[in-house]
């Protein structure tokens, strides 16, 4: 990936081609506790440029403690954390940020009211004219987002309307432009589909396999396991907090994925039962020993 933008302080940032098989992000038995509430464990987790890491769970899984962890807002209790090959323990969202590590969640953190090109440089805008009478500088700021859009294949008629007028797809895909272009190489993507539909889901995959194409590690966060294997490399099921399964592409099935998902195991386990209730076919239901066996992860490039 060729970096050009102008970076979260602005300065331009220098042109840096990732090495496919060292790890951006890497995860080694990271866990957090609040208090007494142990609410991740023994989490492993490599993140890799040009590929999608898809971690998957329902509510409570622990989806939301791993990316306040990588974002920066918590920091981990146990384990480690490594960006480039070094430990980190970072303070604020900040400072992932200057690591290239960008989170766009699922409320995107847009004004609604405000023009797209303006939201494309909200809090990084870019100014004109010597100190103390700088002023905006709106006509670049509108160039450098479009050009910046259609390099990613989004092509807006006006730039001027108001972001809230854009369709979710349409938002999720202006975010993650912005994140390309202000230098992100990890990309974590916090249930980008949650409230779409079919044609719009369809959309925002696309672009996050562009930003894949673009060089970015992307970490997408999901509990649809259909949208994951579109798209994913790698996949991650958490279960309580804990790893239940890490496997790349080659290693899992979409009828696996969707299995582990769907919590299986404990459909599996309960078959029995189950079958003793009136209306309720598990003749589809997987065997236990089938979603309990190991699943080799990958400890390299998948």
């Known amino acids: ?54 971690v998957l769970g329902d509510n409570g899984a622990g989806k939301s403690t791993l990316i306040k962890i990588i974002s920066g807002l918590h920091q ?17 969202p900040r400072e992932a940020l200057d690591k290239g590590i960008a989170t766009v969640y699922q409320d995107l953190a847009v004004v609604p009211l405000m023009p797209v090109w303006r939201n494309f440089f909200l809090g ?29 294949g989004i092509v807006l008629d006006d730039l001027e309307q108001p972001i809230g007028t854009l369709s979710g797809g349409q938002r999720q895909c202006v975010a993650i ?12 993507l916090d249930e980008p589909t949650a409230a779409l ?45 804990t790893m239940e399964l890490n496997a790349s592409r080659d290693e899992v099935s979409l009828e696996e994925l969707t299995n582990h998902m769907a919590g299986g195991t404990e459909l599996a386990a309960l078959k029995h039962e189950l079958s003793q209730v009136r209306g309720v076919d598990v003749e589809e239901l997987p065997e236990e020993k089938d ?12």
């Open 124 to 152: 990084s805008e870019m100014t004109k004219g010597p100190w103390p009478l700088r002023r905006l500088d709106i006509e670049k700021m509108k160039k450098t987002a479009d050009e910046e859009l259609r390099n990613m």
């Open 291 to 302: 979603l309990t066996a190991p699943v080799a992860s990958s400890e390299g490039k998948s």
């Open 177 to 188: 432009a912005r994140a390309v272009y202000f230098g992100a190489r990890v990309l974590i």
């Open 1 to 54: 990936m060729t970096t050009n933008g102008t970076g979260t302080h602005g300065a331009i940032l220098e042109d840096k081609v990732p090495d496919k098989d060292t790890a951006v992000v890497e995860l080694r038995s990271a866990g957090k506790s609040y208090g007494n509430i142990r609410a991740l464990h023994g989490v492993d987790l490599k993140v890799f440029p040009s590929q999608v890491t898809c």
């Open 76 to 92: 981990h209790t146990e384990g480690e954390f490594l960006v480039d090959g070094e430990p980190v323990r970072f303070s604020t």
């Open 197 to 241: 539909g079919v044609k719009q889901s369809g959309v925002v995959l696309k672009y996050i396999a562009a930003a894949r194409e673009k060089g970015l590690g992307v970490i997408f966060i999901t509990h649809n396991p259909h949208h994951a294997y579109m798209v994913g490399d790698h996949f991650s099921v958490l279960r309580l907090g």
